[in-house]
């Protein structure tokens, strides 16, 4: 949702919406076959055969620098294209671009080397990855701000592990802070962390260790699918039996969850439409795999409690085509800007998907009725030969080994294993779609907010690269 969408009023916001979802859906539709499908499969199901001529033609030979030059580059590629481009291709990227533009409307640069964040105080680095580290210093900002516009008396951090988002809300931005999370050792890491945190601040700034009020840490496996007002009163009952706060009944929450997986992040965004203590919610989302969808279940509603998370809107839930399958939100949780990377480095490491995909067909003609399994990673597997390979991932499935030594099945081996690159741009285009789809989930609960009378925002808050799910949804009431 872009900034200038603030200023319009809120039927203007929720068109605004509906036409961008539209479109999305169009063109998810027009080209879902490919964030549908396997990359194992290529060769069992012929993936690079269902492309159109032209795009065959214009992309056949190309290599994984120049696919992510002419593919995933967003403004001209440099020196033009090697042959011309069918219109249909052209506008299947520029549209991929438009649609998915909010990704890269960031201040942020990535630099290749992620480095130790200087925006934390050291004593919220230790046990934290840069990675993590990046999301909690912005994250955290944006939580507090929240909290102010929410006019919020408690943080409720859903999901929050081992409490590192909750411990810099806590002791750098002094707001009230309950943890929730469903695994006890996580809690006990948690709580063991944030009293080194108050030693070691109370020794720098020379401040009381009683003055820092820690993250109250409780576990509690907060429903992911069911009634709002029944998910909010227990877990208001549980917040206040574990702090002893008599005045829960009077707190206004603020939801947040750092990367909340699956059902999680649409069940805080219900919570705050439904529930009147909820002020404001501040989602980052992850896992769209693990979405429960209307086509998840046998119908809507089971004893008058919700059993689906997408679609959450009204337009969505009345949109032809709007069915988005479990292979395509898991491809829409791919990292494009990491693979593009990958591409422009040009390394052996590309070479995997084809040779697992090699590995797909000799298993299917060998055992015809075992489809995909789940073959145990081979280290570096793409710097072993292929044989070698074939024979290890046999190994891990148990099974006998094919006929492979054969002049013919060698032959027939290297023919695919010289198709890499076929693979690798296809996979490519798959992405370039996948991305659109985890615009649509994410707009379907920016607009279902909008439905519901509340201004809602949508944006890009980390950088894509380090941090691949990088949209917060903001609200407040």
Sequence with gaps: MKKENVLMSGDERIRNLQNQLRNMLQFYNLFKQMSDSYILEFFTNKHWETLPDKWRHVLDGLNPTEVARLLLQHDHPDNGYPKVWPLSLLAFKKTSEILTNLRNQHNLKYTGVVLQNKNLDSVFRRHVNPKKQHEISILSDVISKSFLKGKCTQVVDIGSGQGHLSRVLAFQHDLPVTAV????????????YDKEAIKQLSKAKKQHKNTLIPPQHYVHSLPCIGCPLETMKKLKTDISNANDNEYAEKERYLLTGLHACGDLSATMVKM??????????????????????????????????????????????????????????????????????????????????????????????????????GVQTVKKAYNLPFLQYVELAFNKLNLNHPEIHSPVSVSRIESMLSRWHHVVTYFTLSIMVAQVVEMIILLDRVLYIEENGFECELHAIFEPTLSPRCFSITAHK
């Design 272 to 373: 705050f439409v439904e529930c009147e203590e909820v002020t404001a919610v501040v989602s980052v989302a992850c896992c769209y795999m693990k979405i429960t969808t209307d086509s998840d279940v046998s119908h809507c509603r089971v004893e008058g409690k919700d059993t689906y998370r997408y679609p959450l809107s009204d337009f969505l839930k009345s949109s032809a085509g709007h069915d988005l399958p479990y292979k395509s939100r898991e491809a829409s949780c791919h990292a494009i800007e990491d693979y593009k990377l990958r591409l422009k480095e040009n390394t052996d490491h590309l070479k995997m998907h084809c040779y697992r995909a090699v590995l797909e067909t000799l298993i299917r003609e060998s055992h015809p009725n075992l489809i995909r399994p």
């Design 181 to 192: 999370d469903n695994v006890q050792s996580h809690l006990k890491a948690a709580e063991k």
